[in-house]
């Protein structure tokens, strides 16, 4: 039971470890003492493991890791200062706590959140948890689940948009192997709470989940998440495709991820006296009323996630050429889904009848479910600004406590950078850093729980570089605290890798490289005086398509330079 070393300077441990788990549909949908029965014990794998690594030796592995872990780290660049601090990192984390500004932290920070997914999701092994892939615990806190009505989702919005796309994969695995538990979901669920709807055919009835899920077990919809939580997760696949443009993606993974979950949403709905479609139960993730969870009919979250669903759905059934019948359906459905509503106060209303600000609910709630259509949704965006202003309201009477999750500091940060409000969102990045993370830069919820890191990289991100609404729009949400910087790498929708300088708050160059040779529309201030050449130096044409916006075609591969006068 011991190890003991003696007249050594250096010792190197190798340790292997194993299980019989196998992640599969039977892990879900058997029963407790049947989910690992046959499967091999892992003793031969974890020998072979071991004896392989022996034989390459301590330089051989480290070489291979570094390798490894830096082809995905090197991919993105953040510099905000050219200033690094040699203090220790508990050190200058407590000097930024008591007052005193630190870009490098918040650079370091941005980068940790990559650094912490490279560790944590790698194709073959389960998706990042609540605690990422670290517990000090035998049973984690909150069970170590994927919880999805907002968790698990916000642990992979910095995998698009930071450059790790396939960090999303483990979570694509995950999913698709409990897609038969959540059939059944889907079919108890109809039966429960709309049996008219309910299909006998197999399948047709789509698939439904919850919030709470673990690597044995899928929840259905119900209590305080309503049928919305679904649309909220198959908005990672259309991401998955949308940041890539790989139509294998399309057609393996997004497609039926899509299909299903409408197939699913669209049997939720029930007509009202209106002729509106509503989801109907339907619940605000974890919102109260009076001290109890609240039901009712169409809520923001739900008609809005639905929608995303839907319109992700007819866009890739578009690209794909698909010919579905139940396409027809889902083209009449979102017609009628009527997500958005301004209150009395001005507000996004979170529920269809609430009047003013704070009639229903906790009007400081940590969740801000129904600014989903802001982000990471697009319903809201700057083709409506009656309803960005409502969102705007909304997320200024939600309020700013430090009282505050770090993830829900995250999601504001997130939101005010797609409102681009460079300043509110900076003032939510700078609560996480300052109230909300250990020593380690762990985020604290508490224990720990890692979704702050990766919501707080994302929403570094979306200040930084902003894609969702068909161009490309470089510091979007720029604070003035970054006045001067740059960066390099980051990812837009088209599968574009961007980078950009800039001084005194404005962009002094860009280049983008076009890694599927998508059309490339660019919105900024300026932009249709710019000088753009491809990597030749050759001089590139491109088209004015509205105020401060342009577009030119591009080449799989090639890179362009934009200087702007």
């Known amino acids: 039971g011991t190890i003991e070393v003696n007249r050594a300077d250096s010792v190197v441990i190798l340790i292997a470890a194993g299980t019989s788990y196998q992640l599969n549909e039977g892990v879900f949908v058997l029963p407790h003492d049947e989910k690992c029965k046959g499967n091999e014990h892992p003793h031969r794998a974890v020998s072979e493991r071991i004896a392989s690594a022996c034989g390459k030796g301590y330089d051989a592995l480290k070489a291979e890791h570094v390798a490894d872990y830096q082809s995905l780290f090197n991919r993105v660049d953040l510099c905000l200062t050219d200033e690094i601090s040699d203090l220790p990192t508990d050190r200058l ?70 450059n790790l796309t396939e960090l999303f994969e483990p979570f694509v695995n ?50 305080h998440s309503g049928p919305g939580t679904g649309g909220f997760t198959t908005k990672m696949y259309w991401d998955y495709y949308d940041f890539t443009r790989d139509k294998e993606i399309l057609e393996k993974h997004t497609y039926p991820a899509l299909l299903g979950m409408a197939k699913f949403l669209s049997k939720t709905l029930k007509p009202n006296e209106e002729g509106w479609l ?38 890739a059934a578009k690209i794909l050429k698909k010919k579905d019948p139940f396409l027809k359906v889902v083209e009449e459905q979102i017609t009628k889904l009527d997500p958005v509503h301004i209150g009395a106060s001005g507000q996004l209303k979170e529920y269809r009848e609430e009047n003013k600000y704070s009639d229903i609910g906790d009007p400081h709630h940590r969740h801000i479910s129904h600014l989903c259509l802001v982000y990471p949704g697009t319903l809201i965006n700057g083709t409506t600004p009656e309803w960005e202003q409502g969102a705007r309201v909304a997320l200024e009477m939600r309020g700013e406590s430090p009282s505050l999750k770090g993830w829900s500091m995250a999601h504001r940060q997130a939101a005010w950078a797609r409102l681009k409000n460079g300043s509110q969102a900076y003032k939510f990045y700078r609560m996480i850093l300052t109230d909300k993370v250990m020593e380690n830069l762990w985020g604290v919820h508490p224990p720990f729980q890692i979704d702050a890191n990766f919501g707080g990289t994302a929403g570094v991100a979306e200040m930084l570089l902003q894609s969702h609404a068909g161009y490309i729009e470089p510091l979007a949400a720029l604070p003035e605290n970054w006045s001067e910087g740059s960066f390099s790498g980051l990812k837009a929708r088209g599968n574009f890798d961007v980078s950009a300088s800039w001084r005194d708050g404005k962009v002094a160059e860009m280049s983008l490289l076009s890694n599927q040779g998508e059309t490339c529309s660019l919105l900024y201030n300026g932009i249709g005086n710019a000088d753009i050449k491809d990597g030749s130096g050759k001089p590139v044409k491109f088209k004015v398509t509205g105020t401060d916006k342009i577009e030119f075609k591009t080449k799989a591969g090639e890179t362009y330079h934009l200087t702007l006068k």
């Open 278 to 315: 509503l989801a109907n139960p339907s619940s605000s993730p974890e919102n109260q009323h009076n001290g109890v969870p609240y039901q009712t009919v169409g809520c923001t979250f739900d008609q809005g996630m639905i929608w995303e669903n839907f319109n992700d759905l007819l866009a």
């Open 174 to 223: 995950y999913n698709e192997a409990y897609r038969k538990a959540a059939q059944i979901n889907a079919v108890n669920y109809i039966t429960k709470n709309n049996p008219d709807a309910l299909s006998p055919v197999e399948g047709e009835n789509g698939w439904a989940i919850g919030t709470g899920a673990s690597a044995f077990g899928i929840g259905s919809p119900g209590g």
């Open 93 to 162: 984390l407590h000097s930024y706590q008591e007052g005193t500004p630190s870009p490098y932290l918040e650079e370091l920070f941005f980068q940790y959140g990559r650094y912490l997914l490279i560790s944590a999701s790698r194709p073959g092994a389960l998706p990042a948890n609540l605690q990422g892939a670290w517990t000090q615990y035998d049973v984690s806190p909150w069970s170590g689940g994927y919880w999805h009505n907002i968790n698990v989702q916000m642990n992979y919005w910095h995998a698009f948009n930071t």
